[in-house]
């Protein structure tokens, strides 16, 4: 399988942003030729697309599987695996958006929470201190309520209100 230059770019880019967010390049390149491929790929066509290991495609449809981002299929007639991604954009950023939040701001909130608690009992440390920690803490905590709040906002309102940008701000401002 050939890739146009176009979606080589793509491809590569997608995978140079994956290391950036914290995931392998090779599994964020996968993804990013699955959601581009009009229809589900097998993994040796991965393989050749990407110039990649068999090991690498086996591993990282495997993690990309476990994030909710791919799913394995098959064809009428073919015993071999495919491979598809999400095709909805909105549902990517949802689960992506997810994922995240479970790995990180959910330790990070746990951890304030806790912080919070155990820093009022203490004597010694300065109240510039405790209060900042409390500052955090409702910061963190207002994000992740603000997350709870738009992933269940429907796609097409969700459009809409991004659509609307500071329009927004300017309404709440009022």
């Not at 479970?102 to 806790?114: D, F, K, V, Y």
Request: glycine share 4%; net charge neutral; charged share 25%.
């Amino acid at each position: 399988m050939q890739l146009s230059p176009a979606v080589e770019k793509y491809v590569l880019h997608w995978g140079e942003m994956g290391t950036r967010w914290g995931t392998n390049r090779t599994v964020a390149q996968i993804q990013a030729l699955l959601y581009l491929s009009p229809k589900p790929l097998r993994a040796d066509q991965i393989v050749d697309a990407l110039s990649i290991a068999r090991s690498n495609v086996s591993t990282g449809t495997r993690e990309l599987q476990g994030f909710g981002l791919v799913r394995m299929t098959h064809m009428l007639g073919d015993r071999r695996d495919y491979f598809e991604s999400l095709h909805d954009v909105w549902e990517l950023f949802r689960v992506i958006i997810e994922q995240r939040k479970q790995r990180e701001l959910n330790p990070t909130l746990s951890m304030l929470r806790t912080t919070a608690a155990e820093v009022l009992e203490e004597d010694d440390t300065d109240p510039v201190t405790k209060e900042r920690i409390q500052n955090m803490l409702q910061f963190v905590e207002t994000t992740s309520e603000w997350y709870e709040q738009v992933c269940d906002i429907p796609t097409p309102t969700l459009t809409k209100l991004m659509k609307l940008g500071s329009k927004i701000t300017q309404l709440v401002r009022k």
